[in-house]
């Protein structure tokens, strides 16, 4: 058995980096892309091919996680392997819990951070650079979330090969907490900057110069809470509240309540 060396940590990472997400299937989600993670480590590990073989299936159960904070799930175990093969006290179920234990919990962080958060300011931020036809908006999303998901890859996967089961620690202590809190905040003032400056819903002539003397832009208000309402409170997919909106515009259009336009 060798020890693992930089070379071959940098090879695990690739793997999960280029195939975590690109070898999703529907029964077995992420798994094949872990456990082409993993290969190069066990190659590395164990000469024996039917040995190699037994310690990949370990990894065979159906994993799935947000990619970006779950780089340090395989940072884990791969420390975990190492540890295994080096005679520790480490058991195939030891490996198991810690990985599907992580898988969802760490899901729910970076989907709330990475996925709810971080991706929708950066495309506020492009939007906003792009709406008068400029295509540095574009350039400068695929910059910053290129640049910023490599390296949270990175530093969660290092992470957690160094400290072992201790890297959850820096996710769920307090003040991990508070930096998600203050992203949260952040976002919500930002969406609520973009929602009025972007969205604009106005009705007839007739009622809109009597709604802008007791509440200006009352139904951009109205609309953008009932988006919120139905996405939070009902629990409903983007997609049917895409489609409530489209058939409450057709109909309120119809009514003579709002006035489509478009504008620039």
Known sequence: MEKLDKKTLNQAFLH?????????????????????????VIQKLYEDRGTQKDRLLVYSDV?????????GIAGITIRLEEDRAEGGDVSDDDIRDVRSGLAGS????GDSMIVGTFIPLLLA???DVSVYGSSYGILLYLVLWIGTCTLAQRWFFNRGYEMRDRAVDILVDGKA????????TAAIIAFGTIGGKFINVQSTPFIQNRLNVVFPNFLTFFFILLV??????????????????ALATVVCSLLGILTP????
């Open 16 to 40: 999960y980096y280029f195939g975590l997400a690109s070898n999703q299937t529907f029964s077995q989600l992420q798994t094949l892309g872990y456990m082409w993670t993993m290969l190069p």
């Open 228 to 245: 919120w309402w139905l996405l939070a409170k009902k629990k409903m997919t983007p997609r049917n509240v895409m489609l409530i909106l």
């Open 177 to 184: 907490q508070a930096v998600r809190h203050a992203c949260l």
């Open 63 to 71: 994993f799935n996680t947000e990619p970006q904070i779950g780089a």
């Open 125 to 127: 931020i492009a939007i």
């Open 106 to 109: 760490l899901a729910g962080i």
């Open 261 to 264: 336009s478009f504008a620039a």
